[in-house]
C-alpha cells in the first residue's frame, strides 16, 4: 500500500507539466522510487516489480513499450543484488552509486531508443541523472518518515 | 519469505530482459499490443487529470483577475474576425455550391466531406525527447492510428496510440516523423522531416536544380494516403546551396503553433469514414517510414520523366 502509493506519488511528479527550462531538470522521480524500496524492501520489490513500474511509465509517456520496463528492470535487478551494500554505505557514497545507477539506466534506454527512432541526444540528456543525485538523500529522508519502514538490514 | 539466491535472481532478470526486447520489437513491428496499451491506460488516465489539475486550478485563479478592459478588448478583436470570418465563408458556400453542381455536371462522383472533431490537449508532460502530445479523444470517439491532425493555421501531425479516454499525437516535428509535402506555389514534390525542435523542419532528397524558394508554403501533398491534400504544412525559411552535397539544405517552419496550439481538430477523413462506420477496428499503423519511400520513390519517378 505504501509502496503503491509513492509511486503514485512518482507518476504524478513525472506527468505535472512544468515550464520547458525546467522539464531539462526534471529527475527521473519512479526510478528514484523505485531505487528506494529496491532497497528498503528487498524481498518485494524486485525487478519484477520495476518492469512493471516500467511499463506503466511507457504507456504514460506514449513510448515504445518495453523500454523504460527494461531499464528499470535492470535497475531494479543491480538494486537488489547490491541492497546489502548500498544500505551500508554513507550518504555519500549511497548517492553516488544511484547517480551511477541513474546513469546506467538513462544510457540503456538512451541506445535502445536510438535503434528504433531517430532522436537527438545531447548533454542536457545526463542532467536528471546529477539532479537525481541531489535530491537522492532527502527523498530517501521523506520517504523513510512517511512510510516507517523498518530500518533495512 | 524464503531468501533467492544471486542465480535465480539473476535468471529472473535475464527473462525480463528477453520479456522486453520481444515486446518492444513486437510493439514496434505491429499493433498486437494495442490491447494491452488501451487496458493500462485506462489506470494511467485518471492519475493524467489529476496531474492537469494545479495548471487549472491556476488558470481558473488567473481568470478572476483579468480586467475588463483587457476582456472588452478582445471581445472587439474578436468581433472583427467573426465579421470577416463570416464574409468569407459566404463566397466559400457559393463556391462550394457552384464547384458541386460542376462535379455533377461531369458526373464526377461528389466529394465526401471530412468529419472534423476538436479535441482538447490534456497538459501532461510526456517524453520530452520525442514531439509528442495527448489529446481528450480515445477510442470512445472513434479516433484510429494515422488519423491526421490539424490546428486552426496548419497539419499538428497523425495519432499514433489510441487510448479508451485518450490519444497520443505524433507531432511533425518529431525527430522520427516525415511529412510528405508539395510546394504550393509548383507543385513541386518533397518530404519534411521533423527535427527535434518545435519550430524548424528539414526539407531533405531536393537536388540542387529544385525551384524552391525562401518564402514558398509548403501543402501536405496526400502521398502516403495520411494527410489530406492542401493543407498548409511549413514556410521555407532558409535555402542553402552547398556546390559539395547532392541535395539542398532547407529548412522551413511549421504553420501550424505547434508547441502553443491548446485546442486541435482530429480529421477523419471522407473515404475512411464509410470504412470506420463499418468496422471500428484500429488500422494497422504504416509508418513513417514506408510513406516516406513512397513519397521518395514518387519523387524519383517524377525526375526520371
Known sequence: MRIALSFI????????????????YRPDWVLLVLIYWCLAMPDRVGPVAGWMVGLLVDITQANLLG?????????????????YRLSMFPWLQQAVSVLLMLLLYRALVGWIRGFFSTWNLDFTYWVPCLVGMLVWPLLHIILQELCRVPKTR | MARE????????????????????????????????????ATVITPLQV??????????????????????????????????????SLQT?????????????????????????????????????????????RGLRDGTHVGQPVFDPTGVMGQVTQVMPFTSAVTLITDPGHAT??????????????????????????????????????????????????????ATVISVEND????????????????????????????????????????EPYVGAEQELQAAILKEEASRRQ
Open chain 1, 9 to 24: 506519488a512518482a507518476f504524478l511528479l513525472m506527468l505535472v507539466p512544468l515550464p520547458d527550462w525546467a522539464t531539462t
Open chain 2, 92 to 136: 466559400l458556400e457559393a463556391l462550394e455550391r457552384e464547384n458541386e453542381a460542376l462535379r455533377h455536371l461531369l458526373d464526377a462522383a461528389e466529394k465526401i466531406k471530412d468529419k472534423v472533431l476538436m479535441a482538447e490537449l490534456i497538459e501532461v508532460s510526456l517524453d520530452p525527447y520525442t514531439h509528442k502530445i495527448l489529446v481528450d
Open chain 2, 243 to 282: 556546390p559539395g552535397e547532392a541535395f539542398l539544405h532547407i529548412e522551413a517552419e511549421p504553420t501550424a503553433k505547434i508547441d502553443r496550439s491548446s485546442q486541435v481538430l482530429l480529421v477523419w477523413r471522407a473515404e475512411q469514414q464509410s470504412q470506420i462506420a463499418e468496422e471500428p477496428t484500429v
Open chain 2, 50 to 87: 489529476v496531474a492537469t489539475l494545479p495548471n487549472e486550478i491556476a488558470e481558473r485563479v488567473n481568470i478572476w483577475f483579468i480586467s475588463s478592459e483587457g476582456l472588452r478588448e478582445d471581445h472587439e478583436a474578436l468581433r472583427s474576425e467573426y465579421v470577416q470570418l463570416k464574409s
Open chain 2, 5 to 40: 539466491t544471486p542465480s535465480t535472481s539473476l535468471f529472473r532478470f535475464a527473462l525480463l530482459v528477453c520479456i522486453s526486447v520481444l515486446v518492444m520489437i513486437v510493439d514496434y513491428r505491429s499493433h498486437y499490443l494495442q490491447h494491452l496499451r488501451s487496458a493500462l
Open chain 1, 67 to 83: 523500454l523504460n520496463a527494461l531499464g528499470m528492470s535492470l535497475v531494479g535487478y543491480l538494486a537488489n543484488r547490491f541492497h
Open chain 2, 180 to 233: 510528405p509535402v508539395q510546394v504550393r506555389r509548383n507543385g513541386l514534390r518533397a518530404v519534411a522531416f521533423g527535427t527535434g525542435n518545435s519550430d524548424r523542419l528539414r526539407i531533405s532528397y531536393l537536388s540542387q536544380i529544385a525551384d524552391i524558394r525562401v518564402g514558398d508554403v509548403l501543402v501536405s501533398s496526400g502521398l502516403g494516403g495520411r494527410f489530406p491534400t492542401g493543407y498548409p504544412v
